[in-house]
């Protein structure tokens, strides 16, 4: 992955979950990883992008 351009970091207080994005918003697949993790990918390339 090359540098982040753009970071955005939102906490929903109700949900207590923490939203990490990196760049512009787009389409993304989610993948859990554990029970508490899940990321969000761009499903062409792969890349990790929240």
């Known amino acids: 992955m090359g540098k982040i ?26 993948k859990e990883l554990t029970d508490d993790f899940i990321i969000r990918l761009d499903p062409q390339t792969g890349e990790i992008i929240g």
């Open 5 to 30: 351009k753009e970071l955005k970091i939102s906490y929903d207080e109700e949900a207590d979950v923490l939203y990490v994005t990196l760049g512009h918003p787009r389409y993304t697949v989610y």
